[in-house]
């Protein structure tokens, strides 16, 4: 409602004050928060060369068309050019209607979630450009079921799509959810080798697609640095996916049966390592740890039971190369997560 609200002011007033622009102005006017205590506020978005547009360094937008399953591989056919009409006053770009804010506002977050990954030591130079589509039919894909999504298997593309859960503001101008998006894009990278690469073990084992959403739910939370970020983002989701509470392989269930229960307990450990060390440490210890796991290529094993739990062995292993006094806590997290099945040296 108070999207709604706030949208129809601006629009309101601008009605009165200017005619349409093509001007690139310095800075555009996009949310700023998220949950129920977002405000619109002018941001520079420099990689975002033609807001008309929406195109530019971090990749190009279109709208419409059609996403399709060709023999398990996502398609996309028949977009057309996004055009977004706005005014410029003193400077700012102020957009003539809420889509406007919120395709701004996704690539606002696109590019600071790029930048604190760059700041921490983490290239995303294989991830970008990331192509995007606003509002596609999506027929005959029962994952996209809400909001804003990656396109995994090589199709690599973020969806934004109309909302089907509620909502304090639009999924796809949220903060939170562009980074849950841009981890699975990492992730793509790191496992699959490759942005553009299909392979049909990853893209369709559900294990790897429960370690996926904990990689992604860990990738949003300390990029913002906000374990309740999700509760507040999603809150009919956020008592199943709170990185701060209980959350135990031991009652984790299948992987076949709920994806997120058992990302959970990932995305849970590596809170716990954010609380113990830093933020920039538990990034890193997050991607280096992926990157080990997809180095030993388990995923590839039908009967290895611990296949996705590995992982969190390989963030323990990452996170002590780079600060050994965490041991004894990080190894008591890590024993309450997982038990001590894993072989790890906490056992
Ligand atoms: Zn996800």
Redo the contacts with the bound molecule.
């Keep these: 409602m108070a999207w709604g609200v706030n949208v129809q002011r601006w629009v309101g007033l601008l009605w009165l004050v200017g005619c349409v622009s093509t001007e690139v102005p310095d800075r555009l006017l996009a949310v700023d928060g998220y949950g129920g205590d977002y405000a619109l506020t002018e941001v520079s978005i420099p990689e975002l060369t033609d807001p008309r547009r929406m195109q530019g360094s971090l990749g190009n937008g279109e709208v419409g068309g059609v996403l399709l399953d060709e023999g398990g591989r996502v398609v996309y056919r028949g977009g057309g050019p996004l055009v977004i009409d706005y005014v410029v006053q003193d400077d700012v770009g102020v957009p003539l209607d809420g889509d406007a804010i919120l395709l701004w506002s996704y690539y606002r977050s696109l590019a600071s979630a790029r930048q604190q990954l760059d700041e921490v030591g983490i290239s995303t130079d294989r991830v970008f450009p990331v192509d995007f589509v606003f509002q596609p039919q999506v027929e005959g894909f029962s994952l996209v079921a809400t909001n804003a999504a990656y396109v995994a298997g090589g199709g690599h593309r973020f969806l934004l799509l109309a909302d089907t859960v509620q909502a304090p503001l639009p999924l796809a101008a949220n903060p939170l959810v562009i980074r849950?998006?841009l981890g699975?894009a990492v992730f793509q990278d790191v496992v699959a080798g490759g942005v553009f690469v299909y392979d049909q073990v990853i893209f369709t084992d559900a294990r790897v697609a429960a370690l996926?959403?904990g990689f992604?739910d860990a990738v949003a939370t300390l990029l913002l640095d906000d374990p309740d970020v999700l509760g507040q983002s999603l809150p009919s989701l956020a008592a199943a996916r709170d990185v701060t509470g209980d959350a135990t392989l031991a009652e984790a269930a299948p992987v076949d049966e709920d994806p997120y229960s058992r990302g959970t307990v990932h995305a849970s450990f590596v809170w716990d390592l954010r609380e113990l060390s830093t933020r920039e440490l538990a990034l890193r210890a997050t991607v280096d740890g992926l990157v080990a796991w997809a180095e030993r290529q388990g995923f590839r094993d039908d009967d290895d039971p611990v296949l996705v739990d590995r992982y969190a062995r390989l963030v323990l292993e990452a996170a002590l190369a780079e600060d050994p006094s965490l041991e004894a806590p990080l190894c008591e997290a890590f024993v309450r997560r997982f038990g001590s099945f894993l072989e790890s040296r906490c056992s």
């Design positions: 849950h998006e699975h996926q959403e992604a």
